[in-house]
Each structure stands twice: as structure tokens, then as C-alpha cells.
């Protein structure tokens, strides 16, 4: 019991700024806590005191542990807890039939492991005995590093280690259970559920991190989170404090009043002048108003997945027609500057609509072809209703919009040579030295 208590007091959130100290001297330092506890609720499961018994429970102020042994139900046994409800699990802690056996903060805190019987059958057909661990830390949120990302994240629940002695070398299915109430504090306090997500600490041999991968949100409001998770380990709820910084609000409001502006004037006071100048134009800042008016109306709209997706494929969508009337943009300019339809302007026109229609059905298609093979499940993460940026879709989508900028530079260039070789600008240059500048 001795033991328990060093590392609940070394555990203890008093202690934090040293393991900070610690952390920047020795990174990872701080999470040799669960190796430790780890290797000790492993040894335990094996000494002869404990296997007299069913169940043994030590507690202290920050750190609760729980070893319990199960064994191979007879076969008769084995046909009633195949037909066990999820409800009606085989391992639970706290166990509420024996409140008294644990800390009172372990019970309040709202936190809970539960493991299926239909996952430990499979594990207990190959090992007749095995045992499962729990711990729960009480201030180890305290002290254990949150990732080193631009993005501000902070734990916001127990951690809750789980394991499986022996450990299991496959997946476990259906996963580990557990449920968190969040621990609301001044970083997380307001913060909307859905940036709430579970994560497994996660070690390799060149880091440690938390990592949402084998470990998933199933469900979740402001204060309540459910885990699934498909291995042992230590479990916490991490909320990104970080949203969008207001000077891109900032921005995409100016780029609607904009291309709004620019629109009306078009659209309203030259509805009698049908030129490929004006279809270029009003197809330019058609797109980019669409691409900024979706992005400030759904791009964090996380407390629906459904419209997250959905706004996420249509900003992806919208970007790349923005792309592509900026290549047909660049395309004008050369026709412009070079005057090849200066006597012809019905003619400029009809090929102007002609790429316009083109630039679209392009977008859509490939759009359309990225949707058919991903089915939405890149679309949407878990910070903002856009591309999944752990996945290579991201780059899948930067490629085509990179060749349509290169494709652009390179029509301004040849453009811009055309009208420099001119000893003056005449009007019908104008145009070309303008969209030059814009592109």
C-alpha cells in the first residue's frame, strides 16, 4: 500500500510544476508514472496472496487500483453470457455493487470501465486466467504533457488506465468501454462538446503522445464523453481550447463585401454589356463570395457531423471552382492582351462561357470522384468542419489547385511579355495589365 501512496502524492496536482521542470529537462519523463504503475498492477495479478482471491482494490487520494481475475466460464455458463446484453458486462469499475471498496472521489468523479463478455471469451479460450487492471488518477491531468501542436489542448478528464493480463496481441472486439464526466476547468470551461475527443497515450520509440487512433468518440455532450477504445492503455478527454483566429473571420467578411460590390456594379449597372470581360469577372467573384459565405456559416460547425461533412465537401468544392476561374481568368488575359477577339466579341464570349461551363463541371467531377471513394470519411475533423489534415487528401487536394496556380503565373507571364513589347498600352490592353495584377 506503501507504493500506491509514493505515486499518489508524486501524482498529486501540488506537484505539477516539477514535473513541468522535469518534462522540458527530460521529455517523457512524466509518463514513466503509467510504466510503473503498469508493471506493478502486472505483478500483483501473480503473487500467491492474490490468487486466493477474486478481486483486490488499493486507494489513496489521487490513484485508485483495481485487479480482478476472471476465469473460463463452464460450458453451460458460457451459452447464458453469450446472450449478455452490453449492459451486462463482465468486468465493471467501479463495481456498484461494492461502493464501499473504493475512494469517494473515484465514485463521484462519474468515471467508469466496463468490458464486454463477448470480448474476453475469445481471450479466455486461449488463457483460462486472465486479469484485468484498472487505475484511475485523479490529478494526473496535471501532469502529464498535452501534444506540442499549434493547437492549445488540454486533458480535461481522469486518466483512466485499463489493461489485460496477459496483454492481448489483437485488437479487442467490441472495444474497452468507458465513460468520463468532465473535470470543468478555466480552460475548458464553455468549450463545445464537440472539440471534446478521447485519446490513448500513445508511446514509440522516439516519442510519447496522445493519439485519437484504436481509441474513438462514440458520444458525447458538455459534460459527458464515451469512449471506445480497441486496446489497453491510458485513456483521457482532450479539449482544444484553439479556434479559428478572428482575423480570418475578419478576412473572409472583407472578401464578401468585395466580390458582393463588384458583383452588383456587373451584374446591376452593366446588365447591357454581354462581354467575355464581364462573364470572367462575374464567374471569378461568384465562386470566391460562395467559398467564403459557406466557410463563415458551417466551417465550425462540429455539433453536427452530417452538416460538417456536407460543408467541408462544398468549401472543397467551392476552393477548386475559385481555382479554376482563376485559370480561366489567366486564360482570358492572354486573349485580351494579345487582342485576338477585339473585332469579335460574340465570338469571345461564347469561348469564355465555354470554359466557364468547362471550370465547373471540372470541379464537380473531381469533387465527385474523391466523395465515391473516401464516402465522407476524410471530410470533417475533429477542430473544424474541413479536410481531414491527418490523411492524404489534404495533398490530394493541393496538387490540382498548385497546377492551376502554376498554369495561371505562367498565362500572366506570356501576357505580361505580349504587352511590355508594346511601345504603348492601348485600351484594349487595359483589361490584361489589370487581371495581371489581380492574378
Known sequence: MNFIKVISDSSDKS????????E????????????????????LADIPDYSMRDSITQNDKNVVLNVRKLQLPSTRRRRSVSSLTRAASAYTFPDPNHPSEIEEWVVDSGTSVMIDW?????????NPELSISTIFYKSMHFVLPSNKTSIKEQITSLVVESSIIPTPSESLNPPIHLEFTIQQNEDSLGIPA????????????????????DCVTVEQNDS???????????VGVIVSTEQLHIVVYIGAFVVIGACTIILLIYLACNRSVQTGKKA??????????CANVWFVAGVDRLDNENLCSTTAVLLQWFHFAVCMALLVMSIHTVIASFGIFTKNPKSELKIVTGLIVFAWVLSTAYVGIILAITALDLYGNELNCWLDTSSD?????AIPFGVAIVASLVYVCAALCKLLAYQTILPEHDYGIANSCVL
Open 224 to 234: 459527458f464523453v464515451q469512449c471506445d477504445c480497441k486496446r489497453t492503455g491510458s
Open 280 to 289: 470572367v469577372i462575374v464567374n471569378f467573384c461568384f465562386a470566391l463570395l
Open 15 to 22: 506537484q505539477s510544476e516539477n514535473w513541468m521542470e522535469i
Open 24 to 43: 522540458s529537462e527530460e521529455p517523457g519523463k512524466t509518463a514513466s508514472i503509467l510504466s510503473v504503475m503498469n508493471s506493478y498492477s502486472t505483478s
Open 118 to 126: 463477448e470480448t474476453l471469451l475469445p481471450l479466455l479460450e486461449k
Open 194 to 213: 464537440p472539440r471534446l475527443r478521447c485519446q490513448i497515450w500513445t508511446e514509440t520509440s522516439q516519442s510519447s503522445f496522445w493519439s485519437s487512433e
Open 393 to 397: 487528401l489534404l495533398l490530394a487536394s
